[in-house]
């Protein structure tokens, strides 16, 4: 009778949005209750399965024990990724993201206020 559940229950979702809630791995589809941990990006989800698949396609890169955040992008950083002008912070990821956007910034463009990402 769990295939009658699962239906059900899909149906009552429709109808009521505290059923929809339901946490899903954005890459294998399953459930948080069906898996030991899950990891929340922002919109996405992923499950220690999928975490350890994509660990065998791609090193896993954590940050050092003396890692700096970064004040763009607030990732940890080792401290040959980063360097300070005043008292600002930032890596080598968002030095990148400033080159292109001041590559494409006119001199003459007047207010030249860029944002790395919406605000
Ligand atoms: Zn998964
Ligand atoms: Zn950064």
Redesign the pocket.
């Known amino acids: 009778m769990g295939r009658f559940s699962r239906l059900a229950r899909w149906t009552a979702a429709r109808f009521v949005p505290a059923l929809r809630q339901t946490v899903r ?1 954005s ?4 459930e948080k209750a069906g ?1 030991v941990h899950m990891v929340a990006g922002p919109g996405v989800y ?2 220690n ?2 975490f350890e698949q994509a660990a065998t396609q791609l090193a896993v890169r954590r940050p050092p024990p003396n890692a700096k955040r970064c004040r763009f992008c607030r990732q940890l950083r080792a401290t040959d990724e980063v360097t300070t002008v005043g008292n600002v912070l930032l890596c080598a990821d968002c030095l990148g993201v400033m080159d292109v956007i001041l590559a494409g910034t006119k001199p003459d463009a007047g207010d030249a206020t860029s944002a790395l990402r919406p605000e």
């Open positions: 791995c890459a294998c589809g399953r898996v992923l499950c399965y999928c």
